[in-house]
């Protein structure tokens, strides 16, 4: 079956993930960029991060148009900004209507809470099949962990 690993990531650490999920399953791996980036570093991201993920921003992606026709599976991966989705994502579902796909969503935090954030990518898509959820904490930290592993296990486990 086709997949496709669409993702976004600030610092990398979902980046990680999604490569490892795309080469699991042989998927074709699409990030989400967004036309004006935050700085990555230091406080000034979690302020305009913050502030973009709080007020529901949808900032302009550079060369995004994906074919969702070709795909039964699709991946979605996001980092937790303010408890939920990265605001590249508020214009993903402003812009594109996904139904009838095998869904799993898969999410890198700081620690917090990733509820919220399953929940709110849910709500966006109704009329799908959600086969798995998973996160990981700051990934790119902890080096020693076998991700790789972590994500057979989880796909192994998918009803599709
Ligand atoms: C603007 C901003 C807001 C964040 N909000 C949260 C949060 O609410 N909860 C949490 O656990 N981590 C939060 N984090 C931490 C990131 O989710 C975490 O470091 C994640 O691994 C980063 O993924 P990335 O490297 O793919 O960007 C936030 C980070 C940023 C930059």
Redesign the pocket.
């Known amino acids: 079956m086709n997949s496709a690993v669409i993702y976004?990531?600030?610092?990398?650490?979902?980046?990680l993930i999604a490569e490892l999920i795309s080469k699991e399953i042989n998927g074709d791996l699409i990030e989400l960029k967004c036309k004006k980036e935050?700085p990555s570093k230091g406080f000034k991201?979690?302020f305009?991060?913050?502030k973009?993920?709080i007020f529901r921003e949808t900032p302009e992606l550079i060369n995004f148009n994906i074919d969702f026709s070709k795909y039964e599976n699709i991946f979605l991966g996001t980092?937790?900004?303010?408890?939920t989705y990265?605001p590249a994502f508020n214009t993903f579902f402003r812009d594109n209507s996904i139904s009838n796909k095998n869904i799993g969503i898969f999410v890198?935090?700081?620690?917090?809470?990733?509820e919220k954030c399953f929940n709110n990518f849910k709500k966006n898509m109704p009329d799908n099949n959600f086969i798995g959820e998973i996160s990981?904490?700051?990934?790119?930290e902890n080096t020693n962990r076998d991700y790789k592993q972590d994500i057979k296990q989880w796909i192994s486990t998918m009803k599709f």
């Not at 980092?79 to 408890?83: E, F, K, L, T």
Request: charge should be positive; charged fraction near 20%.
């Open positions: 976004y990531s600030l610092e990398g650490n979902t980046k935050l991201k979690y305009w991060g913050g973009s993920a980092p937790v900004w303010a408890g990265a890198c935090s700081g620690g917090g809470k990733v990981f904490v700051d990934p790119k």
